[in-house]
């Protein structure tokens, strides 16, 4: 255990610029001391995993460079199961995208968080790099393996050639100058375009990357964003909306298909009866299906439906054995959708309200009730508490395609439908 702690605590290796030449190169290892300033990954640096820094122009032979530490620093601390190897800030305007792609997948088969930093920027070819640094350790937990702390600037525009390096290649062949053009932007499309699938990321990515003028630069703003690109920010407080909000925003992010928030319309679920409303819920989808057998009949006896503690049994061993039904955790909704005048039942959702990222949900399907189709990150979960477009890390004030900036509840307060929830014998009637 001693050896295992001197090792972690020996390191802070930086990446740093060689002054001139934009150049990356391993810079002195120093100790972390005990005096370090306590940030919101200091459970990450100081005592799990060690700690690299990446600054400067992202130049040819810069992924090489990276390698050779990573793998001096797999022989150093050899990596734990689940774990990362290390966490790496990325602080660059970019450079040469070839190599923020393979820096990206170094990153990745390394097992190695990549963070920015609230006062650096991480553009272009950066930008790629830190897509390939989301590894999440087992049992992943808010914020240690996030990637942007709020503040920081992740921004991502379409490649362009360097017309001079062209020119110098095919200096006496107009024609030759123009074909070599082509080339290599067909081989820069297709590198980025199989990138964008290595690491997850849906094929509208790279197409609308490529869609885009060169100079304009994509931030990475909205909890939407930062849910397709598989990130998460740091410092991401719960957000200040009423827990049936938060309920619809959680069904909606697990939705194949979001509704508009004017058409969600939320119910509370009595605490005294959640167990027994949803057991109620498995009930009619078995009707639906016109099942028989054991489980229906213990649905259908009043004895077992009406005892509370018969209720909790049976709750606790249709859960075990699979059937889709919430840990209930603490309030629980009934969120609906109202479509062209029919109600109709989506998600049943219970929160927690202490701890945001603790919280369960269930789709209501047409036979039955059925798991998310869409699942939160291990390690934010409370990204789902918020609607996909509410913005959580504003683009810089001075880029000159700023649009209005708007709060993460601002985007937030259509108002939503309530209902009162029938009881059972109201259904039958």
Not at 259 to 275: F, H, K, M, N, T
Not at 311 to 331: N, S, T, W
Request: hydrophobic share 40%; charged share 25%; glycine share 6%.
């Amino acid at each position: 255990m001693r050896i295992v702690l001197a090792i972690l605590v020996l390191t802070v290796i930086c990446i740093a610029p060689v002054p001139g030449t934009g150049e990356l190169r391993a810079a002195t290892i120093v100790s972390l001391t005990a005096s370090a300033p306590t940030t919101l990954f200091s459970r990450t640096v100081a005592v799990e995993s060690p700690r690299l820094r990446l600054t400067g122009m992202i130049e040819s032979g810069d992924a090489e460079r990276l390698r050779e530490l990573l793998d001096k620093l797999r022989e150093l601390a050899p990596q734990r199961p689940g774990m990362p190897l290390a966490t790496i800030e990325l602080s660059s305007v970019g450079g040469d995208l070839s190599e923020g792609v393979r820096i990206g997948e170094l990153l990745k088969n390394y097992r190695v968080v990549a963070v920015v930093r609230k006062q650096d920027l991480c553009l272009s070819a950066c930008a790629l790099a830190l897509l390939g640094g989301n590894t999440v350790r087992t049992g992943g937990a808010y914020p240690f393996d996030c990637n942007v702390e709020v503040g920081g600037k992740v921004a991502f525009h379409n490649f362009f050639l360097d017309r001079s390096h062209l020119r110098r290649l095919t200096s006496d062949d107009p024609i030759a100058s123009r074909l070599q053009g082509f080339a290599d932007g067909r081989s820069g499309a297709a590198m980025l375009i199989k990138y964008a699938a290595d690491m997850g990321l849906p094929p509208s990515f790279a197409a609308n990357l490529m869609a885009r003028p060169v100079e304009e630069f994509q931030y990475v703003e909205t909890i939407g964003e930062f849910l397709a690109l598989n990130l998460c920010p740091i410092g991401l407080e719960r957000p200040r909306l009423p827990l049936s909000h938060q309920a619809a925003n959680v069904c909606n992010n697990s939705l194949a298909t979001p509704a508009p928030l004017s058409s969600v319309i939320v119910g509370q679920i009595e605490p005294p009866r959640v167990r027994q409303y949803m057991l109620e819920r498995v009930q009619d989808g078995l009707n639906a299906a016109r099942a028989r057998g054991k489980l229906a009949d213990q649905l259908a006896t009043w004895s077992v439906m009406r005892s509370k503690e018969e209720v909790e049994r049976l709750y606790d061993d249709l859960r075990a054995a699979g059937v889709a039904l919430p840990e209930i955790v603490g309030q629980t909704f009934e969120v609906a959708v109202n479509e062209a005048g029919r109600v109709r039942a989506a998600c049943y959702v219970s929160l927690s309200s202490t701890d945001p990222d603790r919280y369960e949900v269930v789709l209501q399907g047409t036979r039955g009730l059925t798991e998310a189709v869409r699942k939160p990150p291990a390690n934010a979960r409370r990204l789902f508490l918020y609607d996909r477009q509410a913005v959580a890390n504003r683009r810089p004030p001075s880029d000159d395609a700023e649009r209005v900036a708007i709060d993460i509840e601002d985007r937030q307060t259509s108002p939503l439908g309530s209902r009162q929830l029938p009881t059972r014998d109201a259904l039958r009637r």
